[in-house]
């Protein structure tokens, strides 16, 4: 696969317009803590210019617009743009890949990347972001990630682990590896907020892991074996039904990177 490309994993897995929107019911927001927190951090008002990429459904684009009224939503899945103009109708969202993005030099105050670079996190991807950032502008990377210190979500997570195969995955912190080999940006800081998603088992637990890109790309009897599997680990773990009411434990992590030029 070209470092040029989608990943096939994520092509297969979101370019279904069922898969994606199952990806908008069943993924979890994230906190609202996060706008107040970025506006503040960032510096930015209603007239900062924003790019969302790898936007997908619009689930973070939603925690940007209460910061400002000039925000550029870019995604390459076709059925992610769908629902993204369903959820946003507001605000358009064009194609792009990661590496090649049609606008402007030096043009956004803020560039945010949503549950997405660990996809696309290599060189190509820097420059086109350095590109469009305004001098010294940020980018920032965002990530739900299981809460996996309780146990019960653990042994989700460890169950799935032997079907990831080649899938990137933010856990791993492979995606760091590029900001190694390169001189456009530099750290500045990272955080942390705690957020429950709340539903029934079946709503926020299986069919949030069912959504997963490497997931869709299976059989659906394959699918239900899986789902099946899941409910028992959870019954066996908190004694809950997959029509029981429960919070499912996430940690939002922020990487602030800004360019050096």
């Known amino acids: 696969m070209s470092k040029n490309s989608i990943h096939p994993t994520a092509q297969h ?15 979890p927001n ?20 924003l790019l969302d990429l790898a936007s997908g459904t619009g689930k973070f684009t939603a925690r940007l617009i209460p910061i400002s009224t000039d925000i550029t939503a870019v995604e390459p ?26 606008l402007p030099d030096h043009q ?20 086109e972001i350095n590109r469009l950032l305004k001098p010294q502008g940020d980018f920032i990377l965002i990530w739900n990630n299981r809460d996996n210190s309780q146990a019960w979500v653990n ?30 940006f530099q750290a500045v800081t990272t955080q942390q907020f705690n957020y429950a998603h ?15 890109s490497f997931v869709k790309t299976w059989p659906s009897a394959v699918q239900q074996q899986l789902a099946d599997d899941l409910e028992k680990i959870v019954k ?24 050096t030029n």
């Open 13 to 27: 897995g979101f370019a279904n317009i069922q898969h994606a929107k199952n990806y908008q019911q069943a993924r």
């Open 30 to 49: 994230y906190p609202v803590e996060i706008t107040a927190w970025l506006q503040q951090h960032l510096n930015l008002n209603h007239q900062s210019k």
């Open 77 to 102: 899945v076709e059925a992610m743009r769908a629902i993204f103009t369903q959820q946003h109708p507001q605000l358009g969202v064009m194609h792009g890949l990661s590496h090649q993005i049609h």
């Open 108 to 127: 956004f105050d803020a560039i945010f990347c949503a549950q997405a670079f660990h996809w696309f996190s290599n060189i190509e991807t820097l420059q």
């Open 155 to 184: 042994a989700l997570s460890e169950h799935l682990k032997p079907f990831e195969n080649d899938a990137p995955r933010f856990y791993t912190q492979q995606w760091q590896q590029v900001f190694s080999q390169q001189n456009l």
């Open 198 to 212: 709340c539903g029934t088992v079946q709503q926020v637990v299986i069919d949030r892991l069912l959504s997963s």
């Open 236 to 259: 066996q773990h908190t004694g809950l039904l997959a029509t029981d009411q429960v919070a499912f434990p996430y940690v939002t992590h922020i990487y602030h990177f800004r360019a």
